[in-house]
């Protein structure tokens, strides 16, 4: 796996200034940055790449991320942040997104602790929202963890890392405590994979930890991913029927995103400080098999 050292005021591609880490996970840092040729705010994404002599898989990383940007920009404006620049460099991909004024739920969650089950079911449907249009149109992120959602104080959730499900040499290797079995077992991924995601993060935002926690090494939390049962939620309340039907290991058993909407939706409803939020309209219904990253 290429790893590329990088610093504070460090420029990416001569352009980017490197200004302080926003979050971590495994093989992928966000960082606050600036564009010294704009003068403006922009964030940047550090993501390891395995060994590309002719880098080939370099350049269709790159260019998958832009147009899966570009895609679900046009199906969910305002909800997915849009790629300016993806470059390569030394080993590692960096993605250059618009600057967004939101905290990264990882961030949030170790700052604040555990969520209720109404915020954290109204955060579920504002991201089901965001896969519905994508699923629509073919399109899984398969990347989804609490680095790629950013929660505003006064906006929709922004979600981030379109187009990078397959530019790691692992599956899920930047968090793979939130890959789904299918993908700790290397197999084609679909949908059904980020309904696992959703499930998982609805998990830690009230468990306070994910349903599998990180292992020394990628490819042990990804054995335990596959192998290990679930440990059942002590603190989801009303969200437990929800979650446990997403963490279901074989992807045809999980709830669908009808079922998922319906069940989030009424824990919001019963929420006394429950505000009405505009939705984007259900996308149509995709087999949970469906493999495919729009790539």
């Known amino acids: 796996m290429g790893e590329a050292h990088v610093s504070t005021q460090e420029l990416v591609a001569g352009r980017y200034r490197l200004l302080d880490v926003l979050h971590r996970e495994t093989n992928r840092v966000c960082w606050r940055g600036e564009d010294v040729e704009a003068g403006r705010p922009c964030l940047l994404t550090q993501i390891g790449l395995p060994p590309d002599p002719d880098g080939e898989g370099a350049r269709r990383a790159v260019a998958r991320v832009v147009r899966m940007s570009q895609t679900m920009g046009r199906l969910c404006p305002g909800r997915v942040a849009a790629v300016v620049d ?44 965001v896969l519905e249009a994508g699923h629509g149109e073919g399109i899984t992120h398969g990347e989804l963890s609490p680095g790629q959602l950013f929660v505003r104080d006064d906006g929709p959730l922004v979600v981030t890392g379109f187009g990078l499900a397959g530019a790691t040499l692992a599956p899920r290797v930047s968090a793979p405590s939130y890959a789904s079995p299918e993908q700790a077992r290397d197999e084609r991924i679909g949908p059904a994979a980020d309904l696992w995601a959703l499930g998982a993060m ?7 930890r994910p349903p599998f926690l990180d292992r020394d090494s990628p490819s042990t939390t990804l054995k335990g991913v596959d192998r290990l049962p679930l440990r059942g939620p002590v603190r989801a309340g009303p969200l437990t029927p929800t979650v446990q039907g997403l963490l279901r290991k074989n992807s045809r058993e999980r709830l669908s995103r009808q079922l998922v909407r319906e069940a989030l939706a009424r824990i919001v409803s ?22 495919g990253t729009g790539a």
């Open 270 to 291: 019963d929420d006394p400080d429950a505000v009405s939020a505009k939705r984007l309209p259900a996308a149509a219904a995709t087999p949970p098999d469906r493999a």
């Open 86 to 129: 993806a470059v390569e460099e030394y080993g590692t991909l960096w993605t250059v997104t618009e600057w967004i004024d939101g905290t990264p739920l990882g961030e949030l969650l170790e700052r604040q602790g555990t969520f209720d089950h109404a915020r954290a079911a109204r955060i579920g449907l504002e991201l089901l929202d």
């Open 202 to 208: 609805l998990y830690t935002m009230v468990e306070g």
